[in-house]
């Protein structure tokens, strides 16, 4: 065979398996995740949830997807709760899939807002109660994604709490539950939260599922005395109903989100700037537009609230 004849037919062998690479990869890009609820294990497989989803949604359009298989009241599987994480901010949007007696998708309800039997069948036990687990703490530092620049931006945080003689507790993704974190926010001495994750207006993720508003209402009732201040990288939830439970019912010193879809890289940078200085002992309102300025891109809408203290701590 001549050296042109081999040249051209490793070219084309070298481009199929760029090809095959290239659609594993595009593939691979979007992550399909089966959660747990209240109520067990899915009865559905992963790879029935999977072709579901792939045939109602464009994938591709976001970085991660987690599914709830929702339990009607006969305790079998009555629809889909859908997790769409996009790509590129703190953002989580939520679409249902109903499901018929062969478990196959009816309709599907795009921007779907959590109901009561949504949130009841949420990981932990109902009526779930949460207690401290640890009534020393005094700083939560928490990222439930598998994301690094998320991971560090949080570690970093707990370090400088940690400087400050803070006693803090790092839930970290397998650690970044639902339980634990209201657990955790329960402790009587907590002085300082930091949320590195996804949100909407209704509610936060957990690594296992999410926390509502209306958790924050029933658990958290004025929990945190405006002793508490709370930076959150969460998109739109500083909008209701979110702002209201954490400055309202919960009682917020301070309470810092995104109005809109905070940007990832930048707005970490700005959160973590800012829950640094108010931990420095900075008057936090001046401190928090501050960091905004120097990290945030111009695109993130900011909230920043508090009928508390100042200075943090206080």
């Excluded at 109902?126 to 598998?146: G, V």
């Excluded at 209201?244 to 879809?261: E, P, R, T």
Aim: aromatic share 8%; with cysteine; charged share 20%.
């Amino acid at each position: 065979m001549c050296i042109a004849m081999r040249r051209v037919i490793f070219s084309v062998l070298l481009l199929v398996v760029i090809g095959v690479n290239a659609v594993g990869t595009a593939y691979a890009e979007t992550l399909v995740k089966l959660l747990d609820t209240a109520e067990g294990k899915s009865r559905i497989s992963l790879d029935k949830i999977t072709a579901i989803v792939n045939h109602a949604f464009k994938i591709n359009q976001f970085r991660e997807i987690r599914v709830q298989v929702i339990n009607d009241n006969r305790h079998q599987p009555g629809h889909l709760l859908v997790f769409l994480f996009r790509k590129g901010v703190h953002g989580v949007e939520v679409a249902r899939v109903d499901l018929d007696s062969g478990f196959n998708a009816s309709s599907v309800r795009k921007n779907y807002l959590l109901d009561a039997e949504d949130f009841a069948q949420q990981p932990g036990l109902m009526p779930y109660k949460a207690e401290c687990p640890d009534t020393s703490t005094e700083f939560i530092a928490f990222a439930p994604n598998n994301d690094s620049l998320e991971q560090s931006i949080t570690i970093d945080v707990a370090r400088a709490a940690e400087a400050h003689s803070l006693r803090t507790v790092r839930l970290l993704q397998q650690s970044a539950t639902r339980t634990n974190y209201l657990n955790y926010m329960k402790c009587p001495r907590l002085k300082g939260n930091f949320y590195d994750g996804d949100a909407n207006t209704q509610l936060i993720t957990t690594v296992d599922g999410v926390i509502s508003y209306a958790d924050i209402n029933s658990l958290l009732y004025q929990q945190f005395n405006y002793k508490v201040t709370n930076i959150w990288l969460a998109c739109r939830a500083f909008n209701d109903p979110m702002r209201s439970s954490l400055l309202v019912s919960a009682q917020s010193q301070k309470y810092a989100a995104g109005i809109n879809d905070l940007k990832v890289g930048p707005s970490d940078r700005a959160a973590n700037c800012a829950m640094k200085e108010a931990i420095s002992g900075k008057p936090m309102a001046s401190s928090f537009q501050d960091c905004i300025k120097r990290y945030s891109s111009r695109d993130d809408r900011w909230g920043f609230a508090g009928n508390g203290a100042d200075i943090f701590g206080v």
